[in-house]
């Protein structure tokens, strides 16, 4: 490691220091602060941001970046970490220091303005907030620049290397299949109705199925925690500090659940990441495309499996006994049922990626202004209708049920249906190994978790994306497994 290299590794560390800084203050407000405390917060959040974009764009910076590519890289790792600073630093470099505490400061307050507009379901309460991050959205873009639409600009932000001309096509390729598979899942399900989960399933009997679930799987609880929120998340904190969150219904006892599976996922994801190389990009992960892949890799391929179910139904039935006249069946048939829902987030496997597509509809209108703000709600119903056949009855089961776009993440929602397409290509290719299949199907998963890491964790950000989808697999990121898995699963 030669001395320039040492020194920008370390510049980047203490960039990452304030930034999981400012997670803490960002988890917090997410799940403690008290409502007249936001503006503070807001300002707090804004300053941090500002000094990460000071550090990471002054001169001291880019000449100890510049004296570390002069002198080269002496490994493949290194050669990585390289390539993403440089990338950072040209990104960073475009913006500047008062567009990033401005940007930081309007996500504050957006995400308070948002919580109002769902509870009292008015997009007009939230509408001025998003307009400024749309305006925001767009400046950056501008200023980060693009090939083809501004939308490329912003998902380079969550999926390194892609495209929107390959999410199109991608997109393009696999809705016709995706919907008329929905409609035969639904149609079957509707054929033979299953049972619904009735009676009270109280929260501290969830705590203690959800816990004891992500514990066996591999979540490390000396390294990370699970708290309440209004929309699940999980963060890092630190190299031994990964917080997941949920929320709780007393009426369901798998929404909690199914969200800890998801969350345990991503937090499963950062564990195994190299402690050793927290703050430098080999330490960190190398997409969301690839992140929700573990999610949904263990909350869908493994929580909503029969091998899975045949181990943790018993104990499900000792902490609920209102399921001991259910049978294995009844409750598989229930978890895996195929309805159209307004909320995406509760969306079964084979009708969750419709969602995703009308936002990346509504999305790319937005950014090519093709769409004004005032009209997202009509034109979220008008969409809607056409995936789903059903008009929404209010913005909150509308355009207000999310809150990406109040945390400027304009750009984020392809990475979900990549990261299902993804889990299910991955899932397949670890399975094909004949011991992680048998270990699957006796509810141990230890295998499935080791393979995992080995092929995805441990490599950080040091292959891109698809490089990374390729070794993995052996193929770039493409529909057919995933189309499979549901057919196999809902037909």
Not at 150 to 166: I, P, Q, S, V
Not at 454 to 481: C, D, F
Request: glycine share 6%; hydrophobic share 35%.
């Amino acid at each position: 490691m030669s001395e320039a290299y040492h020194s920008l590794a370390s510049k980047h560390r203490e960039i990452v220091l304030i930034h999981s800084t400012a997670a803490i203050l960002d988890w917090d407000q997410e799940t403690n602060l008290p409502r007249k405390a936001l503006n503070y917060r807001a300002e707090q959040l804004s300053y941090l941001s500002g000094r990460i974009h000071q550090l990471s764009t002054n001169e001291e910076y880019l000449d100890t970046l510049e004296a570390a590519e002069d002198i080269g890289a002496v490994d493949t790792t290194q050669r990585a970490n390289l390539r993403e600073w440089r990338h950072q630093f040209n990104r960073s470099k475009k913006l500047s220091k008062g567009l990033v505490e401005r940007d930081s400061k309007t996500c504050s307050l957006a995400k308070s303005a948002w919580i109002e507009a769902r509870k009292k379901s008015d997009f007009s309460i939230f509408a001025p907030h998003f307009s400024a991050l749309l305006e925001l959205a767009k400046e950056k873009s501008q200023r980060w620049g693009y090939e083809d639409e501004a939308y490329d600009a912003l998902l380079d932000n969550y999926e390194r290397g892609a495209h929107t001309k390959d999410i199109v096509q991608v997109f393009g390729e696999y809705e016709p299949a995706l919907a008329e598979l929905a409609r035969a899942a639904v149609e079957k399900s509707n054929i033979s109705p299953a049972r619904d989960l009735e009676g009270h399933f109280p929260i501290s009997a969830q705590k203690v199925l959800n816990q004891e679930i992500a514990e066996s799987i591999g979540f490390d609880f000396d390294s990370g925690r699970i708290d309440t929120t209004t929309h699940p998340f999980c963060t890092t904190l630190g190299p031994h500090d990964i917080r997941l969150t949920t929320r709780y219904d007393e009426a369901d006892f798998t929404a909690s659940l199914f969200g800890v599976m998801h969350e345990m996922g991503h937090g499963l994801y950062e564990q195994g990441l190299r402690a050793s190389d927290f703050g430098l990009p080999s330490g960190t992960a190398a997409s969301l495309g690839i992140h929700e892949s573990q999610s949904l890799l263990w909350e869908a391929h493994v929580g909503r499996s029969p091998s899975f179910w045949k181990h943790w139904f018993p104990r499900a039935q000792e902490l609920f006994p209102q399921l001991l006249d259910w049978s294995l069946e009844e409750f598989l048939q229930t978890i895996n049922r195929a309805k159209y829902s307004f909320i995406r987030v509760d969306a079964d496997e084979v009708t969750y990626d419709l969602h995703i597509m009308l936002r990346f509809d509504i999305e790319r209108r937005l950014l090519n202004n093709e769409l004004k703000v005032a009209d997202i709600p009509a034109a979220w119903n008008e969409r809607f209708e056409q995936l789903f056949g059903m008009n929404p009855p209010s913005d909150a089961q509308g355009c207000l049920q999310d809150i990406h776009w109040a945390m400027g993440g304009l750009g984020y929602f392809p990475t979900y249906t990549l990261g299902n397409l993804n889990a299910s290509q991955l899932f397949h290719a670890a399975t094909q190994k004949e011991e992680i299949q048998k270990a699957f199907n006796e509810a141990n998963f230890t295998p499935l978790l080791d393979w995992m890491k080995l092929h995805i964790h441990t490599h950080g950000s040091v292959y891109l994306p698809q490089e990374l989808m390729l070794q993995a697999s052996g193929e770039k990121t493409n529909a057919n497994y995933h189309l499979e898995h549901l057919k196999l699963r809902y037909t």
